[in-house]
């Protein structure tokens, strides 16, 4: 079956500018989770979405990042006024449900650049 | 907080030698570990992963770690080092009291496999 996908895989913008990066997450998996990975780190928690809700949005650096999943499927983050400090690959994940015990499932990510 | 230490940011070995990749946690409350392999241009990929009973945890590719509550540690072996293996791998701990699993990641170690 089909993974966690993301697009675009590669996103240039200019600093100021907004932008929108999509996830499609596997099937019937409650859970989605957004990350951002920047050069030489690992994976940061950003948000965690459990069905339509967002149940833990405090790894949001700011008030210009913001996510939603309307419909419980498909989530879009949203970046206004980009810096050039959000450079970075952004990773979404999904799993059947929030518990601890259950495996993420990463998409491949988007990276992002912001001249 | 939690917190995740990766020492090495890279390891070499040679084809058939020994794979020791190092973490170490730091969580007030009973850790849920995992390990990660990130290979280029793709998504993260769960290794294994240790929440209770057995503290020896065997994973895919023939990957295991060992919970070490005294030490604090969950490091990743594998006895044979396969030219496949190259790859990024990652650390990371959660825990149950969020209510779900937020993880923490370690910096990431390299791993370089020579022939």
């Known amino acids: 079956g089909a993974g966690v996908s993301q697009t675009p895989s590669n996103k240039v913008t200019e600093k100021g500018k907004y932008v929108e990066l999509r996830c499609d997450p596997i099937?019937?998996?409650?859970?989605l989770y957004w990350y951002r990975q920047s050069l030489g780190q690992g994976p940061e928690f950003l948000i965690y979405?459990?069905?339509?809700?967002?149940?833990?949005d405090s790894g949001l650096p700011n008030d210009r990042f913001f996510a939603v999943r309307p419909e419980g499927s498909v989530s879009t983050l949203k970046i206004q006024r980009t810096e050039r400090g959000d450079s970075a690959v952004y990773l979404c994940?999904?799993?059947?449900?929030?518990?601890?015990?259950?495996?993420?499932?990463f998409g491949p990510g988007t990276r992002l650049t912001v001249l | 907080a939690q917190s995740v230490t990766q020492l090495g940011s890279h390891v070499s070995v040679s084809e058939g030698a020994l794979v020791l990749l190092r973490c170490n946690y730091s969580s007030s409350v009973p850790p849920y570990l995992f390990w990660y392999v990130q290979y280029p241009n793709q998504g993260l990929q769960l290794l294994l992963k240790?929440?209770?009973?057995?503290?020896l945890v065997k994973g895919i590719n023939g990957f295991e770690a060992e919970f070490k509550k005294s030490e604090t540690s969950f490091h990743l072996t594998k006895p044979s080092a396969h030219m496949s293996d190259a790859a990024e791998y990652f650390c990371a701990v959660s825990d149950d009291q969020t209510g779900f699993q937020k993880l923490v990641f370690g910096t990431g170690t390299r791993l370089l496999v020579s022939p």
């Open positions: 240790y929440t209770t009973g057995a503290t």
């Open positions: 099937s019937g998996h409650t859970a």
């Open positions: 979405f459990q069905g339509t809700g967002a149940a833990d």
């Open positions: 994940a999904s799993s059947p449900s929030g518990l601890v015990a259950n495996e993420q499932f």
